[in-house]
């Protein structure tokens, strides 16, 4: 059975230049300040070292925290963002069946120590992960989802997302029972604030 996703997907065919005058103004400002602020970011495969800073920042967003073993089958890049030789950040890239389009670089993990936010440093990563997917010749890049009838901490995270391209509508297969949950919980409220109860208490287990 069929249903609707939405996602944001950066051009990558322009140039370097044209693509960083495309991005939001917001999404430029960022980066500035973050390079100003002395902010370096490395590609590595340090994966317990990202992985804290993930943990912290799901539990202060109330989201689900996935095992280690999980983020590192769901991700292909890692890049970690680093302070004065602290990690502070981090952002992993991704194939996924399950995001647009499982030959496009995607966003899989996005992280980054509360008290170091200021500084921007998810701003750089992601434009780091642009110039990445741009240098190894991808057409786009792929934000890794975009939330329809967002609500609560998730309208952020959509806003910080629309910073970047444009968005854009697919349809995919689900087993029904799974698309049938998509749906109510998506138009639903009340049911979407059950379920959002039910994974905190998973969590917790």
């Known amino acids: 059975m069929k249903d609707i996703n939405a996602t944001i997907l950066v051009d990558l065919t322009p140039t370097e230049e044209e693509i960083f005058q495309n991005i939001h103004k917001d999404a430029r400002w960022g980066i500035k300040k973050a390079l100003k602020n002395g902010l370096k970011v490395k590609q590595t495969e340090d994966w317990e070292t990202f992985y804290p800073i993930y943990q912290k920042t799901m539990a202060t ?65 992601v434009w780091e992960a642009i110039k990445w997917s741009k240098k190894k010749g991808y057409k786009k890049f792929d934000m890794g989802g975009w939330q329809i009838k967002a609500q609560g901490h998730l309208v952020g995270i959509n806003k910080f997302k629309e910073r970047w391209g444009e968005l854009t ?15 109510l919980v998506r138009n639903f409220p009340l049911i979407k604030k059950i379920w959002d109860k039910i994974k905190k208490e998973v969590k917790k287990n």
């Open 61 to 125: 967003g109330g989201g689900f925290i996935h095992s280690l073993k999980t983020v590192k089958e769901t991700s292909a890049i890692l890049f970690l963002c680093y302070y004065k030789n602290k990690p502070i950040a981090g952002l992993s890239i991704g194939f996924r069946d399950d995001k647009y389009d499982k030959n496009l670089p995607s966003l899989s993990k996005l992280a980054s120590l509360k008290e170091y936010q200021n500084l921007q440093p998810n701003n750089l990563l």
């Open 169 to 183: 509508y697919y349809y995919k297969d689900y087993p029904i029972k799974i698309a049938i949950g998509r749906k």
